[in-house]
């Protein structure tokens, strides 16, 4: 499975962002995505992650509330709408999919060693 980001750039504080993930190659399973982020000199961590259904939703405690994660799976991709950005949101954000059973389309995962593919990321810039 290929992720490829895209909807990144430089935002005023404020503002908003719509980024998009559009995966290919073997969509054919199901996958539980995610959108993490990483700042200079910080460790990846989560922002949001959504199941193969769409039913269960996770928000990261320090976005919740200013984020919403949406996936379209027949065009194979996810989103993650971004309101009310914050300088400290500047980071480089990975799209990742992590697989599931059908049986847990409904499942979800917060952990980045539950995702097996990442993308290249995207740079989210928010100036003050």
């Known amino acids: 499975v290929q992720l490829v980001e895209s909807g990144g750039g430089l935002v005023q504080a404020g503002g908003s962002l719509r980024l998009s993930c559009a995966a290919s190659g073997r969509t054919g399973s199901w996958y539980a995505m995610g959108w993490f982020r990483q700042a200079p000199g910080k460790e990846r961590e989560v922002v949001a992650a959504?199941?193969?259904?769409?039913?269960?939703?996770y928000y990261s405690d320090l976005v919740n509330g200013r984020c919403t994660i949406s996936r379209d799976n027949a065009k194979n991709t996810v989103y993650l709408q971004m309101n009310s950005l914050k300088p400290d949101d500047t980071a480089v954000y990975y799209c990742?999919?992590?697989?599931?059973?059908?049986?847990?389309?409904?499942?979800?995962?917060?952990?980045?060693?539950?995702?097996?593919?990442w993308g290249q990321g995207t740079q989210v810039t928010v100036s003050s």
């Open positions: 990742a999919a992590g697989p599931v059973q059908y049986s847990r389309i409904n499942y979800l995962y917060t952990a980045s060693r539950d995702y097996d593919y």
């Open positions: 959504i199941s193969w259904s769409g039913v269960r939703t």
